[in-house]
């Protein structure tokens, strides 16, 4: 799997050499905001309860923290070329913006793709979301509520501190899918926590709410911090059943223009893009 530079949308503090850590103080959320879902219409509430997630998982004991862990979906299954574009919207301080040029080039070429959108971007980007949500070529996927590393024990990753034991594991993934749910009709299938860490114990989590965590294979964007050359040579060489994690809210970035020249290269090497959805439902 390609490195971890910034899996997750830098700050304007990340110099693009930041390093995992634990405990240490971050930007990347919002630590006014409450750590519950409010008022979440039962109608809409996951099939398990925040209690009951406390109760499993209360006393457990991660063994792992990063990129991996079982259960979590790193590559399409089964693919002799197929690819799945993958695009984070962070929101808050991670970046509410939204970068038109990617999208409009997506379209122009027909290249599906899924977007991992957080609620703080939706709340910010109301029309744009829709606009997103009723396109045919993009599936809608789960970013987090607030957009944190998904961790038991509170571990910090890109300064970005991690949720605090299972309840907060449930608020992180449960307050944005109720929103999803909410507004698409029909709960998401995916979620990636913000950065992409977790650990064992929080991915076990993602699966009892009915998800499944995706990772990613190729680092795209380092994050949003790439060139666009850097993009282009990235994700180029990304290979049959890679999925691409790159970020869709940094418009000055260089993603929009570094996928523009990846996707003729990969498309005139005979690869084909997928939902991944349609990328996964082998597995």
């Known amino acids: 799997m390609a490195g971890g530079l910034l899996a997750g949308c830098a700050s304007p503090k990340n110099d693009g050499g930041a390093s995992a850590s634990s405990g240490s103080p971050g930007t ?13 219409p039962s109608a809409t509430r996951p099939p398990v309860t925040r209690e009951e997630i406390v109760a499993r998982y209360g006393r457990s004991v991660p063994h792992t923290w990063g990129f991996d862990a079982p259960g979590v979906v790193h590559s399409l299954p089964g693919t002799t070329r197929d690819i799945a574009l993958t695009f984070d919207a962070c929101g808050g301080p991670g970046g509410s913006g939204y970068d038109q040029a990617l999208l409009d080039f997506l379209r ?18 109301p029309a744009v979301f829709h606009r997103l949500a009723t396109d045919p070529l993009f599936e809608i996927a789960n970013h987090g509520t607030r957009h944190r590393p998904l961790s038991v024990t509170g571990r910090s990753a890109y ?8 309840g907060e594991v449930y608020d992180e993934i449960a307050g944005n899918q109720a929103k ?52 282009h040579t990235t994700v180029a060489s990304a290979r049959a059943g890679s999925i691409v994690l790159c ?37």
């Open 28 to 40: 990347g959320v919002d630590s006014a905001a409450p750590s519950t879902p409010s008022a979440v």
């Open 108 to 125: 122009a070429r027909n290249i599906p793709a899924t977007l991992f959108i957080n609620s703080r971007w939706i709340d910010a980007n």
């Open 159 to 166: 300064g970005i501190p991690g949720t605090r034991g299972a």
């Open 180 to 231: 999803l749910t909410g507004l698409l009709g029909a709960p998401p299938r995916f979620f990636r926590s913000g950065t992409a860490y977790c650990d064992d114990v929080a991915a076990r989590i993602v699966g009892d709410l009915g998800e499944r965590f995706v990772s990613f294979s190729v680092n795209g964007d380092g994050g949003a911090t790439f060139t666009a050359e850097q993009v």
């Open 247 to 283: 970020h869709m809210n940094h418009p000055a970035g260089g993603t929009a223009r570094g996928i523009a020249r990846a996707v003729p290269h990969l498309l005139a090497a005979g690869h084909r893009f997928v939902r991944l959805s349609d990328g996964l439902h082998r597995a």
